[in-house]
């Protein structure tokens, strides 16, 4: 897993459209104010150890998230990031299983729906820490 973390004054994301996958989650809109905004790519290598990666990812989060002392967390999904991404169906399912552990760590945590397309209006903050890139390979 791959992910760029983006810590927000305020993140809206209205959905606008289906994209190319056949899987679709329901979609809402989403809104948080003080957040951390996940672009969040599952990719094919972590297939085989899910479990692993989840843990790895949900470790670098909520260390992030606790350096910021910051609660609230939006997970987009974001198979854009590099060009071998996992299959549609074991991304939604690992999206899922980070959102869960997510919360057992007692965040308030959103997710984008995967499959669709979302307007984004957002304000980034500017310091060492507001744009973090990891890979949890």
């Keep these: 897993m791959r992910f760029l973390a983006w810590h927000v004054d305020y993140v809206k994301a209205e959905p606008t459209e289906r994209g190319r996958s056949g899987l679709v989650e329901q979609s809402k809109p989403v809104r948080a104010e003080n957040a951390l905004l996940i672009f969040a790519n599952f990719e094919k290598s972590d297939e085989s150890h899910q479990v692993e990666v989840i843990e790895k990812a949900t470790g670098e ?6 350096q910021l002392k910051i609660r609230t967390i939006v997970l987009n999904p974001f198979a854009h ?43 980034a903050k500017g310091h060492r820490l507001s744009r973090i890139a990891r890979s949890t390979s």
Excluded: C, H, T, W
């Design 61 to 66: 989060i909520s260390s992030i998230a606790a």
């Design 81 to 123: 990031l590099f060009a071998e991404p996992s299959k549609a169906e074991v991304a939604i399912e690992m999206l899922d299983q980070l959102y869960k552990s997510l919360v057992k760590k007692n965040l308030d945590v959103q997710k984008l729906a995967f499959g669709m397309f979302y307007e984004l209006e957002l304000r």
